[in-house]
């Protein structure tokens, strides 16, 4: 152990210094402490990353050109795997919804539970948690590549901002491109469960249809996008982090596009959790 490892009025003796019977307590409070200090250092370092973006914000010359292709790579290309995961949910959710049922329950209800669960919840939340393995991985994968390989550094002795030129535009195409692909996805879940209700079940058209309209209001649309706005800043920022932070390599790049994934999806459950708890109450009413 070295003192540069505690903080400064600590004792920084080596551990095998101490009596043994304190070594097992001391290697303990000594192994959390430098894991408190590397989560606030972690923070810390993300917040100033935060800052940097909003000042790129300052330089529209460099990433408005740029915004349009990274919509496209985010947006367009990824609608075929959101479209065939939207359905497969939608298929699966209105079965399930069927044979679940008591004997007696007025089978609208499988319209009314298979529009709610795939508007309010699965279909924004499987549509980011599978955007962040094909979009997110990408991004951190890019822009990692990037850093290893020195081209960062080059944009900067060009009097390029990095942040603006890389950053910005993933960014901004996130949080465009991934409320419209909500959107899809939601009609193509509802649409797909509406097909496999019937075709496959004893729901008729017109019981399902008198579910789907049963207590519907427009804030449950407004709510699927707010999480969907959310969601994709949340890919976009954590993989642009993770991958413009990168180091050591092509394993450095692998570490980071592993860790990025991981640190999303956590993101994004924790980001559905607190939307629900906020906004959760408004839809009640």
Same mark, same amino acid.
């Given at each position: 152990m070295?003192?540069?490892?505690? #903080?400064?009025g600590?004792?920084?003796?080596a551990?095998?210094?101490? #009596?043994? !019977?304190?070594?097992?307590g ?5 192994r !959390? ?8 250092? $972690?923070i ?11 000042r790129?914000f ?12 990274q919509?496209r ?6 609608l #075929?795997i959101a479209a065939?995961v ?5 298929a *699966? ?8 049922l ?7 209800v499988v ?6 669960m795939?508007i309010?919840?699965l279909?924004p ?7 962040t393995?094909r ?10 590549t ?5 081209q960062? $550094? ?8 990095? *942040?603006?030129?890389l !950053?910005v535009?993933?960014?901004? =195409?996130?949080?465009?491109m991934l409320?419209?692909l909500?959107?899809?996805?939601? =009609?193509?879940g509802v ?5 496999t209700a019937?075709?496959?079940t004893d729901v008729t058209w017109?019981q399902?249809?008198e ?5 519907f209001?427009?804030?449950q !649309?407004?709510y699927s996008?707010?999480?969907a706005f ?8 954590v ?5 413009y932070i990168?180091e050591?390599?092509a394993?450095?790049v692998?570490r980071?596009? =592993?860790?990025?994934v ?14 629900a708890t906020?906004?959760?109450?408004q839809?009640?009413s």
């Open positions: 070295t003192a540069t490892n505690f #903080p400064r600590t004792d920084s003796r551990t095998q210094t101490f #009596p043994i !019977v304190q070594r097992s001391i290697r303990f409070f000594r !959390v402490s430098r894991t408190l200090i590397g989560v606030f250092l $972690d810390g370092h993300r917040v100033f990353f935060a800052r940097d973006i909003l790129a300052g330089d529209p010359a460099t990433y408005v050109p740029l915004t349009i292709r919509m790579n985010i947006g367009v290309d990824s #075929p065939i939207a359905a497969f949910i939608g *699966v959710t209105a079965l399930q919804t069927r044979y679940q008591f004997p007696g329950i007025q089978l609208s319209g009314f539970i298979t529009r709610q795939l309010l919840e279909g939340l499987l549509t980011a948690l599978v955007l393995g979009v997110g991985a990408r991004m951190t994968a890019e822009i990692g990037m850093r290893v390989t020195e960062i $550094d080059a944009l900067e002795t060009l009097a390029y901002d990095p *942040v603006a030129y !950053v535009p993933r960014l901004l =195409a996130a949080l465009v409320p419209v909500v959107i899809l996805a939601n =009609a193509i649409g797909t469960a509406f097909l019937v075709a496959a017109g399902f249809a579910g789907l309209r049963l207590g209001t427009p804030f !649309v407004l996008l707010i999480k959310f969601f994709g800043g949340a890919i976009a920022f993989c642009a982090y993770e991958g990168t050591a390599g394993e450095g692998g980071s596009t =592993a860790r990025a991981v640190i999303t999806s956590v993101v994004i459950l924790l980001l559905d959790a607190l939307t906020i906004l959760a109450p839809l009640q």
